[in-house]
């Protein structure tokens, strides 16, 4: 979904999901607290997702799509026990923020927007190359194409640059390596660690998420 988010409308900057909490319970309702974790709590604020103490008031999780740069935000939505049904919804609302016209079923625009990503720069520009006439017709699709390739080239910059790929390929030499034989009833098993993930990264994506956990992992003993 992050590819299909368009650029701040304030500031062009990248859209990121965002969690936080609230109390469920409000003022003047038993189960409210007044202390540090109710009323002097304030509003929700980003990254503020860690486990609360066993005596602090119950809470929701929230989920919202944020800009990394100026901050803008969409209104917070309870999570409940569906986190993407929730940023599903978020989305909806950050896209509607823009002056784009309305997608509609089998409309052309629809499939540019859920198709076509920054990857197919070089298919668009190959387009343009062969066209050889009736610009006035399909001009607004080529301009169409050209608006989403920019849109894509800013909402997957942070996630889907070329370096990464090679971070990648040494994360999953480390897993290689950390890989243990299991027998269990006579099969032989490959048994991959856990890997541990710390709650406060439940605000990152997804990628980034999994890719510090396993850099927190250590090497495999070569002795």
């Not at 890989?179 to 890997?195: H, L, S, T």
Request: net charge negative; with cysteine; charged share 25%.
């Amino acid at each position: 979904m992050y590819e299909q988010l368009y650029p701040c409308d304030h500031c062009g900057g990248r859209g990121t999901a965002g969690f936080s909490q609230r109390v469920v319970a409000e003022i003047g309702q038993a189960g409210f607290d007044y202390g540090r974790f109710g009323r002097h709590a304030g509003p929700p604020k980003i990254g503020d997702a860690l486990t609360r103490p066993a005596y602090a008031p119950k809470t929701e999780k929230l989920a919202c799509i944020y800009c990394a740069d100026c901050g803008m935000t969409t209104p917070w939505i309870a999570v409940d026990n569906d986190e993407h049904a929730a940023l599903d919804q978020c989305a909806k609302i950050w896209n509607q923020r823009l002056d784009r016209p309305k997608v509609t079923d089998g409309d052309l625009r629809d499939l540019i927007e859920k198709e076509v990503g920054a990857c197919d720069a070089q298919m668009v520009i190959n387009l343009l190359a062969r066209n050889e006439g009736d610009w006035e017709a399909r001009g607004p699709i080529f301009a169409m194409l050209a608006q989403r390739l920019v849109d894509a080239a800013i909402s997957t910059n942070d996630c889907w640059p070329i370096q990464p790929l090679l971070n990648d390929a040494a994360r999953y030499r480390k897993l290689m390596q950390l890989v243990k034989w299991v027998d269990i009833d006579g099969e032989r098993y490959a048994q991959f660690p856990k890997i541990p993930t710390p709650g406060d990264h439940s605000d990152l994506v997804f990628e980034d998420r999994i890719a510090l956990a396993v850099d927190g992992m250590p090497d495999r003993d070569r002795w």
